[in-house]
């Protein structure tokens, strides 16, 4: 499964970006989809998951109530809505998914090439 990133800009602080995910095959449809980012100097983290058939999510402390995740099967597309943003959102932000791929953030095999997310003040 290749995945593309895109959406990823500069914004101001209290502003919103919606980060879409591009898969390459349909089998993209059977598993669990996340976003997970890196700052500079800081280790990848989880940001969100959705289950295969968008029933079940789950979301970083750090973000829940500020982003939405979503998908769209049937065009093989998974989404990032982030509103609110804060300085501390600025980072690389990635898709992932896999056969193994958990609500928790584990077990993802599969990567997109990562598309930057900057706030500013």
């Known amino acids: 499964v290749q995945l593309q990133a895109s959406g990823g800009g500069a914004v101001q602080a209290g502003g919103s970006l919606v980060l879409s995910c591009a898969a390459s095959?349909?089998?993209?449809?059977?598993?669990?989809v996340g976003w997970f980012r890196q700052a500079p100097g800081k280790e990848r983290e989880f940001v969100a998951a959705?289950?295969?058939?968008?029933?079940?999510?789950s979301y970083a402390d750090s973000v829940r109530g500020r982003f939405a995740i979503s998908r769209d099967n049937a065009k093989r597309m998974l989404y990032l809505e982030m509103n609110s943003l804060k300085v501390e959102d600025t980072a690389v932000y990635y898709c992932?998914?896999?056969?193994?791929?958990?609500?928790?953030?584990?077990?993802?095999?599969?990567w997109g090439q990562g598309t930057q997310v900057t706030v500013s003040s």
């Open positions: 959705i289950t295969w058939g968008g029933a079940s999510t």
């Open positions: 992932a998914t896999g056969p193994r791929s958990t609500l928790r953030g584990s077990g993802y095999d599969y």
């Open positions: 095959r349909s089998i993209f449809s059977r598993y669990i």
